[in-house]
């Protein structure tokens, strides 16, 4: 009896490592499905253009690494379809004001349709709802005639308002999804303190969501770094780094992948050192 017991519990290890094994093997299968194409542009983008185009074979590391790619993208002043410096500048700058802007009207916003009782609030629900599913390629051609009249055609200011207009109504839900989790004890303590409104609204709400809120701004920033259509329609001349990726597509893969390599590189900064936040605002309301 005893030898069946300890049999039993030798193959209850074996099964336990086995199926240990198999989720481990699992969880790298699916991670290298996810990080090919970012090696592959990674690959690309280090490679002479004689390695790129070669019909024969697919080259995997026989070749001589170059950062001409690189160097071109960054630094040719002489083919605008080449450089790719202004556009990062441009994107970088459309991103951190959009996101700026979203967030400042958002936390008030979202506080306000949470904490007060408003008499259009099914409105104005029902406004931001119709507003987060409209694509924006619906909403284009009537924006392009009014940029142009407001002369915010072919400015970075104005690619600011359109990806702020877009990221308002998801980030104001998304607060405001937070902010409903928080206790209405804890503001009514605070108003028998003494507490006013703002100060209740600054000192109490704000420390306890500001998790959430940067899980906000990570995706509105994202969002704005990635937009396409409004680049598109609304520029001419300031070019974001989507729409140099599209233009570099007719020159060469070389240099439309050092593009992408380049445009991954603040996203994924920005993830690295902020992904024990992202962790804690995503489950921000799920432990009562």
């Given at each position: 009896?005893?030898?069946?017991?300890?049999?039993?519990?030798?193959?209850?290890?074996?099964?336990?490592?086995?199926?240990?094994?198999?989720?481990?093997?699992?969880?790298?299968?699916?991670?290298?499905?996810?990080?090919?194409?970012?090696?592959?542009?990674?690959?690309?983008?280090?490679?002479?253009?004689?390695?790129?185009?070669?019909?024969?074979?697919?080259?995997?590391?026989?070749?001589?690494?170059?950062f001409f790619n690189y160097e071109q993208t960054i630094f040719n002043k002489k083919t605008e379809y080449l450089s790719s410096?202004?556009?990062?500048?441009?994107?970088?700058?459309?991103?951190?004001?959009?996101?700026?802007?979203?967030?400042?009207?958002?936390?008030?916003?979202?506080?306000?349709?949470?904490?007060?009782?408003?008499?259009?609030?099914?409105?104005?629900?029902?406004?931001?709802?119709?507003?987060?599913?409209?694509?924006?390629?619906?909403?284009?051609?009537?924006?392009?005639?009014?940029?142009?009249?407001?002369?915010?055609?072919?400015?970075?200011f104005g690619l600011i308002l359109a990806h702020a207009a877009m990221s308002l109504p998801f980030v104001i839900f998304f607060?405001?999804?937070?902010?409903?989790?928080?206790?209405?004890?804890?503001?009514?303590?605070?108003?028998?303190?003494?507490?006013?409104?703002?100060?209740?609204?600054?000192?109490?709400?704000?420390?306890?969501?500001?998790?959430?809120?940067?899980?906000?701004?990570?995706?509105?920033?994202?969002?704005?770094?990635?937009?396409?259509?409004?680049?598109?329609?609304?520029?001419?001349?300031?070019?974001?780094?989507?729409?140099?990726?599209?233009?570099?597509?007719?020159?060469?893969?070389?240099?439309?992948?050092?593009?992408?390599?380049?445009?991954?590189?603040?996203?994924?900064?920005?993830?690295?050192?902020?992904?024990?936040?992202?962790?804690?605002?995503?489950t921000m309301g799920l432990n009562k």
């Open positions: 009896m005893s030898y069946l017991l300890k049999f039993k519990c030798i193959l209850n290890r074996k099964i336990g490592l086995l199926r240990n094994l198999l989720r481990d093997l699992s969880a790298v299968f699916v991670v290298s499905i996810f990080l090919f194409p970012i090696f592959w542009l990674l690959l690309i983008s280090i490679k002479p253009v004689d390695a790129i185009f070669e019909y024969k074979d697919i080259i995997w590391f026989d070749f001589s690494p170059t410096r202004y556009a990062l500048f441009a994107s970088l700058i459309v991103a951190l004001g959009s996101t700026f802007i979203t967030i400042s009207f958002a936390i008030p916003a979202a506080f306000a349709l949470s904490r007060y009782s408003l008499r259009s609030i099914r409105a104005i629900f029902i406004f931001l709802f119709f507003q987060r599913f409209v694509p924006s390629i619906v909403i284009i051609v009537p924006l392009v005639f009014f940029y142009h009249q407001l002369n915010l055609y072919d400015s970075l607060i405001k999804s937070f902010i409903d989790e928080i206790s209405l004890e804890i503001r009514e303590a605070a108003i028998i303190d003494g507490a006013t409104a703002l100060g209740t609204f600054f000192y109490i709400y704000i420390p306890i969501i500001r998790n959430s809120i940067l899980v906000a701004a990570m995706l509105c920033f994202i969002f704005s770094w990635t937009e396409f259509v409004f680049g598109l329609f609304l520029t001419s001349s300031n070019r974001t780094l989507p729409i140099q990726m599209a233009l570099s597509m007719n020159q060469s893969w070389g240099f439309t992948s050092a593009i992408s390599v380049i445009s991954l590189i603040p996203v994924f900064i920005l993830v690295l050192f902020s992904q024990r936040y992202l962790i804690r605002g995503f």
